[in-house]
């Protein structure tokens, strides 16, 4: 009996690491023809799940944004490291049984420098994020509202500028989909065998530290 | 790159040594989160993996407030909002972003419902002690300019801190790692000079 008749069960073919697949353009394309209703609920349900997820942990309070601002309350980083880790091993665990498919945001220097930094200013001004604004206008602070006009006023800004910003600040220091394993020239999962196990230490570290 | 991570190094001490010498009230005075920021993390976690497997999408929320301006750009000013670059590559319209947006309005509201905390109220507690109670035109122009900056430089980072800081991080994406320090740096200096000056 030969073992090469059996067929593998698997209905995706496992990916070589090696070459990984980083998902692709960018651009969403225009509005298919048909509509799909599912994409709509499980984007209702997800985010459903996402704002009570953020109000239990706190990020929907103003205090506890600013807190991390101020560096005296790392609820944040906490929330935030926690889901990295799990989302890490989770991702790229699936990832390998060709379960899914990646989305590597691209990596250009002086976009995510400019850009964060802008964003962070922001950030302190209105004392929520895009996601916790949500969370935070569904808790009941109505100052989010007023954040929520000033998303939608920035992001039309953006796209005003954006042909002019295309042509030049997105351009400098394109690296195009880089990985943290590419740039120190290990193979993924001997990174992620040191990666993750440093995330944890920096967890543990921060919670015996700090108080909140 | 290193005289770039010097720089970084000697911006960030500034701000941490001005947090050990708190001028104005401390954030601690205030309630903390309901539930464990560990379990919370896990459980976001979780969830990115389910939006990967089952809408092929990592979790994010800026997008979605740039599509519905998109929706009303074209409400108002349809050819000029199409002539826009941005809009030319992200079609506007109700989709899977938006209604993560939509759905997290709800779902925080049931949580702050079922655990007894919704606020109802115009200007936080801490914003009042430090600005005076008198403040909200002051809030509401801080709410209005800080969600335009946000915006902009997350469209211009390309993510915001759940699309790059949770979504891109844990894909390892160099660009988010970036983006995310930015995001504490900016935000750091900025509200240290808001609160602690």
Known sequence: MSLATETPKKVLEEPNLDVIDKGGPEKDLPAKKEFSAKPLILGALFGIIFGYLLQKGGVAKYHVLLGILLLEDFTVVKVMMTAIVVGTVGIFTMHSMGLVKLHIKPTRYAANIIGGLLFGVGFAFLGYCPGTGAAALGQGNYDAIVGVIGLMAGSYLFAEMSGWLNKTVMKWGDRDKLMLHEVVKMPLRTFLLIWIPVLILVLLVLDRLTTR | ?197
Request: charged content about 10%; overall charge neutral; aromatic content about 12%.
């Open chain 2, 1 to 197: 790159m290193k005289s770039l991570f010097l720089v970084g190094l000697g911006l960030s001490i500034i701000p941490s040594l001005l947090a050990v010498v708190p001028i104005g009230t401390s954030v601690l005075e205030y309630a903390g989160p309901a539930w464990s920021p560990y379990v919370v993390g896990a459980l976001i976690g979780v969830l990115s993996m389910f939006t990967f497997y089952f809408s092929d999408k990592p979790l994010g929320a800026s997008t979605g407030y740039a599509r519905v301006a998109g929706m009303i750009g074209k409400l108002f000013a349809p050819k000029h909002t199409e002539s826009l670059k941005y809009y030319q590559d992200n079609q506007p319209a109700v989709d899977w972003e938006v209604m993560v947006v939509f759905g997290a309005i709800v779902g925080a509201f049931l949580a702050a419902w079922q655990g007894g905390e919704l606020t109802g109220e115009w200007v936080p507690a801490m914003w009042a002690a430090r600005f005076g109670e008198d403040s909200l035109g002051l809030r509401l122009g801080a709410a209005l300019l800080g969600g335009m900056f946000m915006a902009f430089g997350a469209r211009l980072a390309g993510g915001c801190t759940s699309g790059h800081g949770i979504s891109g991080t844990l894909q390892l994406s160099v660009g988010s790692w970036i983006a995310v320090i930015s995001f504490f740096v900016g935000g750091i200096a900025t509200a240290m000079l808001m609160y602690r000056i």
